[in-house]
């Protein structure tokens, strides 16, 4: 299983709703990302897991809470989000060992908007 | 200042051209990654380069890395429109091994029948 997968696919909410975003991938991969992505660029890294422990965060704003129940899942939790933060949100895993060569796997993404 | 300088950043050509896409830095990376991208998906891997000098074929692609490991490029024999998207080069830097990924700004490739 080469995959990484992400639940929902697409995603509305209001500025007071919470929700969350849900990865998972079955590769054995101890290193799991959050990226934020707009249109045309490139990925931006906001959160990284290492054997489940958070190990970077980009000064990310509290509205977004990471958490990773175990090593195949990882949850980004949202609160009182901001219609800037309307964007694709990728999760990506990889084998954080040396030698590996730092290639990182990514999901299709959840496709975030915020009224 | 971006650590990785991708060119050009829009491409639109015609079907059964070629065309090169560059990365450059003046870091140097331990490896280097190009992905490609649909709109709505997300990058999928293409290839992985890791030794200065390095050439990889995927068919119509050919990427190589450079000899001191600080700009790579990908080539595209015979465009066709199934070519089309966003690639991106992306490298973990030799000074930065906590698992963070450079990414060069994406090159939008359209291929016109």
């Known amino acids: 299983d080469t995959e990484v997968t992400q639940t929902p696919k697409h995603l509305v909410m209001g500025m007071t709703n919470k929700k969350s975003l849900k990865c998972e991938q079955h590769m054995g991969h101890r290193a799991m990302y959050w990226y934020k992505q707009k249109a045309k660029k490139p990925p931006e890294l906001m959160f990284v897991?290492?054997?489940?422990?958070?190990?970077i965060n980009e000064s990310v704003p509290s509205r977004f809470s990471p958490e990773c129940p175990n090593s195949s899942l990882l949850n980004l939790h949202l609160h009182a989000l901001q219609p800037e933060d309307s964007a694709l949100y990728l999760c990506a895993s990889s084998h954080p060992l040396a030698g590996t060569k730092g290639e990182q796997f990514f999901g299709p993404g959840t496709r975030l908007t915020v009224l | 200042t971006q650590l990785l300088e991708q060119s050009p950043q829009f491409l639109s050509i015609q079907e059964g051209e070629n065309l090169t896409v560059y990365c450059n830095s003046s870091s140097v990376f331990s490896s280097l990654q190009w992905y490609r991208q649909e709109p709505g998906e997300g990058p999928v891997l293409l290839v992985t380069v890791v030794t200065g000098g390095e050439v990889k074929k995927l068919k119509r692609l050919t990427f190589q890395f450079g000899d001191a490991r600080k700009d790579s490029s990908l080539h595209i024999t015979a465009a066709q429109p199934g070519d089309t998207g966003l690639y991106l080069c992306a490298g973990e830097r030799v000074d930065d091994q906590g698992g963070k990924l450079i990414f060069g700004q994406g090159t939008e490739l359209s291929v016109k029948p």
């Open positions: 897991y290492s054997y489940e422990k958070l190990s």
